[in-house]
């Protein structure tokens, strides 16, 4: 069975930091790229970060400069860190997994709400 649940999601000030995790089961970690996506109420989903297996990282611009995404392939554990948060940061973050090995699927999380409010 296929897990990816998503912790650490909550209200946070503007200007203030959040800290998500996602643990996974299921799948085979090591050669997954995990990846961190948001939707907002009535927009699509985007991305937000990625990282493979290799620890090759790649942020949308939204994100870029003020995330870091890691991962702790002993733990099978994916993490985002954001800072300076604005209220466009406000949604639904999903963890995302996509193997990279040849027919691999991709799998999502059921998501964690990031509320940016005063």
């Known amino acids: 069975q296929v897990q990816l649940v998503e912790s650490g999601g909550g209200l946070v000030q503007p200007g203030g930091s959040l800290s998500l995790s996602c643990a996974a089961s299921g799948i085979d970690f090591s050669r997954s790229t995990m990846g961190w996506y948001r939707q907002a109420p009535g927009k699509e989903r985007e991305l937000v970060a990625t990282i493979s297996s290799g620890r090759y990282r790649s942020y949308a611009d939204s994100a870029k400069g003020r995330s870091t995404i890691s991962r702790d392939n002993a733990k099978n554990t994916v993490y985002l860190q954001m800072y300076d948060l604005k209220p466009d940061d406000t949604a639904v973050y999903y963890c995302?997994?996509?193997?990279?090995?040849?027919?691999?699927?991709?799998?999502w999380g059921k998501g964690t709400l990031v509320n940016v409010s005063s």
């Open positions: 995302n997994a996509r193997a990279e090995y040849w027919g691999g699927q991709a799998y």
